[in-house]
């Protein structure tokens, strides 16, 4: 499937909004819903790790489009349907510019053609997307290909930002957007106090943290000083959660009032965790969240606990 082909499928983020919740009456609050976060689908990485080749491997990838595909009968299955279904990032195995780029990119708009035309997908781009260090041209790849790289929408009086998270990792060739991305930031939570919104959430790739707010820098966090300045702008404006991926593992913690949530691959895993997707429930007062491993959810799907929160006024 081509990029221009991918658009009549896919309802992308353009002028830093989502088009499927443009409706004014999305932001008030009507009651408890869900969504389904996955992320990392990263088709290549497995082939690649298992050869220790992770840089320049991953010249198969059969194994996360088996997963993958999983993972879309599975939400395709739910009711009642979820809201939308988010993946936090690294779509894709191959770097701006490898082998197999083009490819991987072709199957993987190829099984998410398959997610129920009435749960819309949003699409976060992670460092494989984008680059380690993204460009101006890279950056305009990724929305080409997939979207806006960061926008904001709202869904039952909730407003959601993506966010792209490597310009907070690395921006050397690209000030500029980093810049543009931070004062939109500053703006949508602006209008987040104004609005009064139920809760203001947050998706990206890199988490500002995994355990604690003063851990060690790693390559699976933002660095103590980015980290830090971010969580203090996003809980001065009342963001209540920040949902990413990129660890391969499920990890969190807390800061203040903010919900660091981390969750573990659809593809490759790096620790002890199942490749899965996690449920997360909306409710006036919190934000409920769960990981099911994709064997759970396509036999059993959600819990009655969760379900019973749908049902709260």
Request: aromatic share 10%; proline share 4%; with cysteine.
């Amino acid at each position: 499937m081509s990029a221009a082909e991918a658009g009549g499928v896919f309802r992308r983020a353009r002028g830093r909004t989502l088009d499927a919740f443009l409706s004014e009456k999305e932001r008030e609050w009507k009651g408890p819903f869900y969504f389904i976060q996955g992320a990392d689908p990263q088709f290549g990485l497995m082939k690649a790790w298992s050869t220790g080749d992770s840089d320049s491997g991953g010249d198969e990838w059969g194994q996360e489009i088996r997963l993958t595909e999983q993972a879309v009968e599975a939400i395709n299955k739910l009711k009642p349907k979820p809201k939308f279904f988010v993946l936090c990032g690294d779509l894709i195995h191959a770097m701006p510019g490898m082998p197999w780029r083009k490819e991987q990119t072709a199957d993987l708009q190829r099984v998410l053609a398959r997610v129920d035309r009435d749960i819309p997908l949003v699409l976060v781009s992670g460092n494989h997307d984008v680059g380690n260090t993204p460009t101006p041209e890279t950056v305009a790849e990724f929305q080409r290909t997939w979207g806006d790289d960061y926008f904001s929408f709202w869904v039952g009086g909730v407003l959601f930002l993506v966010l792209n998270s490597q310009f907070w990792y690395d921006a050397s060739q690209c000030p500029a957007l980093k810049q543009a991305q931070d004062q939109w930031l500053d703006q949508q939570l602006s209008v987040a106090g104004r609005r009064h919104c139920q809760h203001a959430v947050v998706f990206q790739h890199i988490p500002l943290f995994l355990r604690s707010i003063d851990e060690d820098d790693d390559y699976f966090n933002l660095t103590k000083s980015v980290r830090k300045e971010v969580a203090n702008k996003l809980t001065r404006a009342g963001v209540t959660a920040v949902f990413s991926g990129h660890y391969h593992r499920n990890a969190g913690g807390t800061y203040q009032n903010l919900d660091m949530v981390v969750s573990s691959a659809i593809g490759c895993q790096l620790g002890q965790d199942t490749h899965g997707l996690r449920v997360v429930v909306v409710t006036a007062k919190k934000i409920v969240h769960r990981y099911y491993s994709l064997d759970e959810l396509s036999e059993k799907g959600i819990e009655a606990d969760l379900m019973g929160l749908m049902e709260e006024k």
